[in-house]
C-alpha cells in the first residue's frame, strides 16, 4: 500500500515562494510526479523526476520557476515553487508513476495524495 502525503501549500502574494512537500510511505521506488488542479480547469501536469533523481520533466508554464526534488533517505519528493503568479493558484497533488508512458502524461500515475491548495494573490 503506497500512501502520498502533501503539504506547505498557503496563501502568499504574486511575485512570493512556497515550497511543497509529499512524503511516501509504503514503495517509495516510483518516479514521482506533482499535478495541478486549478478551479473549472482539468488537472494538469507541473514536474516529475524518476526514482534515480537522474532525470527532471516540467510544464513549459512552470519551467524556470518550479523546481522539482527528491530525497530518498526522507521518502520525499519536494516541489520549490518561486516567482508565484496567480494563474498557479490551485489544488496541487503529488502522485506515484507506475509503467512505461510518460511520466509527463497523467494516465500512468496510480496513486495520488489529497492535495495542498496554494494560492496566489495579486
Known amino acids: 500500500q503506497v500512501r502520498l502525503a502533501e503539504s506547505g501549500g498557503g496563501l502568499v502574494q504574486a511575485g512570493g515562494s512556497l515550497r511543497l512537500s509529499c512524503v511516501v510511505s509504503?514503495?517509495?521506488?516510483?518516479?514521482m510526479g506533482w499535478f495541478r488542479e486549478a478551479p473549472g480547469k482539468e488537472r494538469e501536469f507541473v514536474a516529475a523526476?524518476?526514482?534515480?533523481?537522474?532525470?527532471?520533466y516540467y510544464a513549459d508554464s512552470v519551467k524556470g520557476r518550479f523546481t522539482i526534488s527528491r530525497d530518498k533517505a526522507k521518502d520525499t519528493v519536494s516541489l520549490q515553487l518561486n516567482s508565484l503568479q496567480p494563474k498557479d493558484t490551485a489544488d496541487y497533488f503529488c502522485?506515484?508513476?507506475?509503467?512505461?508512458?510518460?511520466?509527463?502524461?497523467?494516465?500512468?500515475?496510480?496513486?495520488w495524495g489529497q492535495g495542498t491548495q496554494v494560492t496566489v494573490s495579486a
Open positions: 502522485a506515484a508513476h507506475v509503467g512505461s508512458s510518460s511520466v509527463t502524461e497523467r494516465t500512468g500515475y496510480i496513486y
Open positions: 509504503g514503495r517509495a521506488t516510483y518516479n
Open positions: 523526476i524518476w526514482w534515480s533523481g537522474i532525470a527532471t
